[in-house]
């Protein structure tokens, strides 16, 4: 197999020149999802400042939870086969047809895989997280089953060789996860390209180039999500609070710690803008995966 790497400068650029000369054709695809989305908002919203709860607007909620995501996966499809294979059928280029629906399929498979990596590498940390503050507490003379100490005191014992570890054991973990989206980043853009689902098959396009492809994804993605925060809070500057924020506020869960509540703003306010980070990330891929089709002559 060949070891020519994939280049992560020009990848990233890749993806920025896709974006940048099929804008249009974005904004354009992206127009139901984003009005779904946004009308989603409007109404959990309404209900959540509703003195009674509405069956109307409950029912118009659930209506369209379901229909947004079938939209996204139009925007999806449409997005990949613009990138993978210049294809620019269907209204718009937005279609529900075998693409869609293996886009679908493979969304699931990447999703159970990426959950259950992640759910392990998190029972792994809180394991050893446990450990340490367990061994905080003792060498602090403090038994932890006879006290019923809870974790917010055994942070105040941790040494600074305790907080390192934990640090070591994150890090690790974040990257297992990282990795093993890297090696089946390509899939969608392969089950496009060959007509069929695709998911760990498409490691071998991948062959010591998973850290490559992660690095490539960080720097496309990384500087258009802080832009689009910066506008996010310019745009609450100008309107007095940000938009999301009190519905943020309201769904909050008691016990949410604050930090959740403004994770999920921004990832709220990262779906209205699906019609710029989908394309990116639709150019990205593409770029790579021909790039390592040519290379290994995995083709179809």
Same mark, same amino acid.
């Given at each position: 197999?060949?070891?020519?790497?994939?280049?992560?400068?020009?990848?990233?650029?890749?993806?920025?020149?896709?974006?940048?000369?099929?804008?249009?054709?974005?904004?354009?695809?992206?127009?139901?999802?984003?009005?779904?989305?946004?009308?989603?908002?409007?109404?959990?919203?309404?209900?959540?400042?509703?003195?009674?709860?509405?069956?109307?607007?409950?029912?118009?909620?659930?209506?369209?939870?379901?229909?947004?995501?079938?939209?996204?996966?139009?925007?999806?499809?449409?997005?990949?086969?613009?990138?993978?294979?210049?294809?620019?059928?269907?209204?718009?280029?937005?279609?529900?047809?075998?693409?869609?629906?293996?886009?679908?399929?493979?969304?699931?498979?990447? =999703?159970?895989?990426?959950?259950?990596? #992640? *759910? $392990?590498?998190?029972?792994? /940390?809180?394991?050893?997280? +446990?450990?340490? !503050?367990?061994?905080?507490?003792?060498?602090?003379?403090?038994?932890?089953?006879?006290?019923?100490?809870?974790?917010?005191?055994?942070?105040?014992?941790?040494?600074?060789?305790?907080?390192?570890?934990?640090?070591?054991?994150?890090?690790?973990?974040?990257?297992?996860?990282?990795?093993?989206?890297?090696?089946?980043?390509?899939?969608?853009?392969?089950?496009?390209?060959?007509?069929?689902?695709?998911?760990?098959?498409?490691?071998?396009?991948?062959?010591?180039?998973?850290?490559?492809?992660?690095?490539?994804?960080?720097?496309?993605?990384?500087?258009?999500?802080?832009?689009?925060? =910066?506008?996010?809070?310019?745009?609450? #500057? *100008? $309107?007095?609070?940000?938009? /999301?924020?009190?519905?943020? +506020?309201?769904? !909050?869960?008691?016990?949410?710690?604050?930090?959740?509540?403004?994770?999920?703003?921004?990832?709220?306010?990262?779906?209205?803008?699906?019609?710029?980070?989908?394309?990116?990330?639709?150019?990205?891929?593409?770029?790579?995966?021909?790039?390592?089709?040519?290379?290994?002559?995995?083709?179809?």
């Amino acid at each position: 197999m060949t070891t020519t790497s994939v280049s992560i400068l020009r990848s990233a650029a890749a993806a920025y020149a896709f974006l940048i000369s099929h804008w249009h054709r974005a904004l354009i695809a992206a127009a139901p999802y984003t009005l779904l989305y946004v009308a989603q908002l409007v109404v959990l919203s309404n209900q959540l400042n509703a003195s009674s709860p509405s069956d109307t607007l409950i029912s118009l909620y659930w209506a369209l939870w379901l229909v947004t995501p079938i939209a996204l996966l139009a925007l999806t499809g449409a997005m990949l086969r613009m990138s993978v294979k210049g294809d620019y059928s269907g209204r718009f280029g937005l279609k529900l047809g075998h693409d869609e629906w293996r886009v679908f399929i493979v969304s699931l498979l990447v =999703g159970v895989l990426m959950f259950v990596s #992640l *759910v $392990l590498a998190l029972m792994f /940390f809180v394991a050893v997280m +446990l450990s340490v !503050a367990g061994g905080a507490l003792q060498r602090a003379g403090i038994e932890l089953e006879e006290s019923n100490a809870e974790m917010d005191m055994a942070w105040s014992y941790l040494s600074a060789a305790d907080w390192t570890v934990l640090g070591v054991v994150g890090i690790l973990g974040l990257a297992l996860v990282m990795w093993l989206s890297a090696r089946v980043s390509l899939a969608m853009p392969a089950t496009i390209d060959r007509g069929r689902v695709l998911v760990l098959s498409v490691w071998p396009l991948t062959h010591r180039n998973a850290w490559r492809v992660a690095a490539a994804t960080v720097l496309a993605i990384g500087p258009l999500l802080l832009v689009e925060a =910066g506008l996010y809070n310019l745009l609450g #500057l *100008v $309107l007095g609070e940000r938009p /999301f924020e009190q519905l943020e +506020l309201i769904s !909050a869960v008691e016990g949410d710690a604050a930090s959740m509540s403004i994770v999920r703003e921004y990832l709220r306010w990262f779906g209205v803008m699906a019609g710029i980070n989908y394309p990116l990330m639709a150019g990205l891929y593409a770029y790579i995966y021909r790039n390592r089709v040519d290379a290994t002559g995995e083709g179809a």
